[in-house]
Antibody, heavy 119, light 105 residues
Framework: EVQLVQSGAEVKKPGESLKISCKGS????????IGWVRQMPGKGLEWMGV????????RYNPSFQGQVSISVDKSSSTAVLQWASLKASDTAMYYC????????????WGQGTMVSVSS | IQLTQSPSSLSASVGDRVTITCRAS??????LAWYQQKPGRAPKLLIY???TLQSGVPSRFSGSGSGTDFTLTISSLQPEDSATYYC?????????FGGGTEVEI
């Protein structure tokens, strides 16, 4: 079964760093783009960026460029979204999702990781 | 590319025909997807490209349009269709989502 399994919920303080992960299984991890999508409480979906694990080609939404970093560990079939310094406004649900090609939507989604940032 | 969805919410009865529109700020050919998101769940891909139903999606869902104007239609609304629906363009980066349409039964 093709699936993306995300790491568990996080509670952090402003200024702390954080990495959340997304592990792919049931398919060839390096052949599909992995993207990240933010959903703030009660709000809509926002595309943050995507990475192609095969060559680590990464594209960011300008709104998130410099605020987060997207990477992959091919050896463990895991994509990572990380922050160097969290803000309260980073409180949101974060989803990873898979797409086949650069002109394709996300057809497989992870279950989401809730990140709460509060002093 | 900005995507404007309308309405932002609607209330309809079981059996009603429901139409949601998505307008792109510039032409995107048929590179438009529709998702359904239920509370507490990840989004689910319903339609891509603009009019092709994904495997397993009930036939009461349909999509149409190309260029800048698109529609998602539910021909006979069912209780399990209560959800928020989003359009997304995958024509060019940055990929963008519409603001969502909450459908209440």
């Amino acid at each position: 079964e093709v699936q993306l399994v995300q790491s568990g919920a996080e509670v952090k303080k402003p200024g702390e760093s954080l990495k959340i992960s997304c592990k792919g299984s049931g398919y060839s991890f390096t052949n599909y783009w992995i993207g990240w999508v933010r959903q703030m409480p009660g709000k809509g979906l926002e595309w943050m960026g995507v990475i192609y694990p095969g060559d680590s080609d990464t594209r960011y939404n300008p709104s998130f460029q410099g605020q987060v970093s997207i990477s992959v560990d091919k050896s463990s079939s895991t994509a990572v979204l990380q922050w160097a310094s969290l803000k309260a406004s980073d409180t949101a649900m974060y989803y990873c999702a898979r797409r086949l090609d650069s002109a394709e939507p996300f057809n497989i989604w992870g279950q989401g990781t809730m990140v709460s940032v509060s002093s | 590319i900005q995507l404007t969805q309308s309405p932002s919410s609607l209330s309809a009865s079981v059996g009603d025909r429901v139409t949601i529109t998505c307008r792109a700020s510039q032409g995107i050919s048929s590179y438009l997807a529709w998702y359904q998101q239920k509370p507490g769940r990840a989004p689910k891909l319903l339609i891509y490209p603009a009019s092709t139903l994904q495997s397993g999606v009930p036939s009461r869902f349909s999509g149409s349009g190309s260029g800048t104007d698109f529609t998602l239609t539910i021909s006979s609304l069912q209780p399990e269709d209560s959800a928020t629906y989003y359009c997304q363009q995958v024509n060019s980066y940055p990929l963008t989502f519409g603001g969502g349409t909450e459908v209440e039964i």
